[in-house]
């Protein structure tokens, strides 16, 4: 489809291990599933490059949808998750408060070591980096809301809690949505 310039991807489901951090969580059967459904979709576009974030479940998420377009995948550190020290908030009560706090403050390093907005930069720098249009970047939740959100001008916590695992933004080259997938 004609105009696409970025489709920015949050990853597939991780399959949730709370003795491990969250950053060395794979892809569950499911999530795979919705990732390779998705790539159907993706594939519409045409994208001619694929950068994911480096860890586990946003790599497979990034080498299904890659596998499917027959592209390679790159690795992007600039595409990971807003840093945050403690990255197991306990109940997901406690950790959907804690989210809420990083959205309300975006200008604090609420739970962590970057603030939201250092996020949504660096988020944005990384992209601007890659000049192979339109590519697929593969990412997290919580900079995909803050990023997106601005771009569009949406509430970025309303935004995160409307994600889907996976989900997917076409944009075109002015930062205009053309499509969620």
Same mark, same amino acid.
């Given at each position: 489809?004609?105009?696409?310039?970025?489709?920015?991807?949050?990853?597939?489901?991780?399959?949730?291990?709370?003795?491990r951090?969250?950053?060395?969580?794979?892809?569950?059967?499911?999530?795979?599933?919705?990732?390779?459904?998705?790539?159907?979709?993706?594939a519409?576009?045409?994208?001619v490059?694929?950068a994911?974030?480096p $860890?586990?479940?946003? =790599? #497979?998420?990034?080498?299904? !949808?890659?596998?499917?377009? +027959?592209? /390679? @995948? *790159?690795?992007?550190?600039g595409?990971?998750?807003?840093?945050r020290?403690?990255?197991s908030?306990?109940? $997901?009560?406690?950790? =959907? #408060?804690?989210?809420?706090? !990083?959205?309300?403050?975006? +200008?604090? /390093? @609420? *739970?962590?070591?970057?603030?939201?907005?250092?996020?949504?930069?660096?988020?944005?720098?990384?992209?601007?980096?890659?000049?192979? =249009?339109?590519?697929?970047?593969?990412?997290?939740?919580?900079?995909?809301?803050?990023?997106?959100?601005r771009?569009?001008?949406?509430?970025?916590?309303?935004?995160?809690?409307?994600?889907?695992?996976?989900?997917?933004?076409?944009?075109?080259?002015?930062?205009?949505?053309?499509?969620r997938?």
């Amino acid at each position: 489809m004609a105009g696409a310039s970025l489709i920015l991807v949050r990853h597939g489901r991780p399959l949730i291990d709370p003795d491990r951090p969250s950053t060395t969580w794979p892809l569950c059967p499911e999530g795979r599933e919705a990732v390779e459904a998705l790539a159907e979709k993706i594939a519409a576009y045409r994208p001619v490059a694929v950068a994911t974030s480096p $860890e586990p479940k946003a =790599r #497979e998420t990034a080498e299904i !949808i890659a596998g499917r377009l +027959g592209l /390679p @995948v *790159g690795l992007d550190p600039g595409l990971h998750e807003h840093k945050r020290q403690s990255l197991s908030f306990g109940t $997901e009560e406690a950790f =959907r #408060e804690k989210i809420a706090r !990083i959205f309300e403050a975006p +200008g604090q /390093p @609420v *739970g962590g070591i970057e603030t939201a907005d250092a996020a949504c930069e660096r988020l944005s720098a990384a992209l601007a980096q890659h000049r192979s =249009r339109p590519l697929v970047a593969v990412t997290h939740g919580t900079v995909l809301s803050v990023y997106v959100a601005r771009l569009l001008g949406l509430d970025a916590h309303d935004l995160w809690r409307s994600l889907h695992l996976p989900d997917a933004f076409v944009l075109d080259a002015d930062g205009s949505l053309i499509e969620r997938l």
